[in-house]
């Protein structure tokens, strides 16, 4: 699998009406489409344990680099949305964007379990990124959010750094400030 230098971390809920119908849009259209466009080299779905704190939905996207949303095969498929994506849009909520740079270049967390920090200071952030396959990643300021997005469809996840460890086991503990998620399929099921 191709490594990447860039991330997108996408956080989101959705209308618990239509979470059946966002499942299969997100795997079977959504996530696969995104795939599509040259420059993304990679793409992990997860659903967070519950309780903890944050939106549901948590995509990760590795990028070639962050200039990968900028380009015209991404923009085009903001700017027109599939019949499908039109339908899903207004039912998504609790939406938070990253696009980060990542400090190695990685090939995308590993394992049926995922647990993420997210940070304000590089060194807590690195001091957490321990093990070799850890991908750690810098929010980049000012990137330029989702076109679409209403103000009442956004939540903010807090920090500036993030820290992704996959894992082929479900986490016996649980941190405060550590959201645990759950691997999702991509493709049709």
């Known amino acids: 699998m191709p490594e990447a230098t860039a991330l997108l971390a996408l956080w989101n809920g959705v209308d618990p009406a239509h979470a059946s119908e966002y499942d299969r849009w997100h795997a079977e259209e959504h996530v696969p489409e995104r795939l599509t466009v040259p420059g993304m080299q990679w793409a992990r779905r997860y659903a967070a344990l ?7 939905y948590l ?10 949303l900028e380009e015209e095969a991404y923009q085009r498929l903001l700017r027109e949305p599939t ?4 339908r899903m849009r207004p039912h998504l909520c609790d939406i938070s964007r990253w696009v980060c740079t990542l400090a190695a270049p990685h090939a995308g967390p590993e394992g049926a379990w995922l647990q993420l920090h997210t940070f304000d ?3 807590a952030a690195r001091q957490q990124a321990d093990r070799p396959d850890d991908l750690l990643a810098e929010r980049l ?12 469809q956004a939540l903010a996840v807090d920090g500036r750094w993030l820290v992704a460890r996959g894992q082929r086991q479900q986490p016996a503990g649980h941190r405060p400030g550590t959201m645990v998620y759950a691997a999702l399929p991509v493709g049709a099921a």
């Not at 519950?50 to 549901?56: D, L, N």
């Not at 990760?60 to 680099?65: I, K, P, S, T």
């Not at 019949?83 to 039109?86: F, G, V």
């Open 59 to 68: 995509t990760l996207y590795g990028l070639r680099d962050a200039r990968v």
């Open 50 to 56: 519950w309780p903890q704190p944050g939106p549901r």
């Open 83 to 86: 019949p499908w994506s039109a």
């Open 141 to 152: 300021q000012g990137a330029a959010p989702l076109p679409w997005l209403q103000h009442s």
């Open 121 to 123: 200071a590089a060194e």
